[in-house]
T-cell receptor, first 115, second 113 residues
């Protein structure tokens, strides 16, 4: 069965600093990988996704993620964090079932941004 | 309004009662999903549906029932609510296997007392 590990429960960065959120996955076939962001009291919003091709994926809000098959990782990065980036971030791996890729989510990483 | 709507936003119910959470989407997306979100567990899939009248169990289906008689609606029923079902429930939808349009609702916060 597929699984996702986000080893950091909380990450604290200063505004303007760079950010990297870690994600490791386990899946037997070619992984379909996603990063979602959740602001307080809101639903989840897709930041970016990887299906195939270029292993460096660009997303919305200045985020990018790099797929590394050898490390089973899909880490999320941003060169300069803004206070509005404070939120919960979820990595997910999609398993193919019933004609669609059903995401299995990690437990999330809470990003705290200091001014 | 267009989009995916969950109702109610907040619900308090008593142990043993039946409660139904509603999910409605206006895009005619084929796929719909129910997740629950709990601290320390992230989001866990309860049920999903590939089309009207097609539903499948997810990771944590026990104690829940779903139906999909119409494409746009995907209600989730707790047949006999328990305190362990206190959670935030999210509905989501997407049109196709590519996951391009995976959209979440704003959630229902359910408290079972």
């Amino acid at each position: 069965a597929q699984s996702v590990t986000q080893p950091d429960i909380h990450i604290t960065v200063s505004e303007g600093a760079s950010l990297e959120l870690r994600c490791n996955y386990s899946y037997g076939a070619t992984p379909y990988l996603f990063w979602y962001v959740q602001s307080p009291g809101q639903g989840l919003q897709l930041l970016l996704k990887y299906f195939s091709g270029d292993t460096l994926v660009q997303g919305i809000k200045g985020f990018e993620a790099e797929f590394k098959r050898s490390q089973s990782s899909f880490n999320l990065r941003k060169p300069s964090v803004h206070w509005s980036d404070a939120a919960e971030y979820f990595c997910a791996v999609g398993a193919f079932r019933r004609g669609s890729y059903i995401p299995t989510f990690g437990r999330g990483t809470s990003l705290i941004v200091h001014p | 309004d267009a989009g995916i709507t969950q109702s109610p936003r907040y619900k308090i119910t008593e142990t043993g009662r039946q409660v139904t959470l509603m999910c409605h989407q206006t895009w005619s997306h084929s796929y719909m999903f129910w997740y629950r979100q709990d601290l320390g567990h992230g989001l866990r899939l309860i049920y999903y549906s590939a089309a009207a009248d097609i539903t499948d169990k997810g990771e944590v289906p026990d104690g829940y029932v779903v139906s999909r008689s119409k494409t746009e609606n995907f209600p989730l029923t707790l047949e006999s609510a328990t305190r362990s079902q206190t959670s935030v429930y999210f509905c989501a939808s997407t049109q196709d296997r590519s996951q391009l349009g995976y959209t979440f609702g704003s959630g229902t916060r359910l408290t079972v007392v």
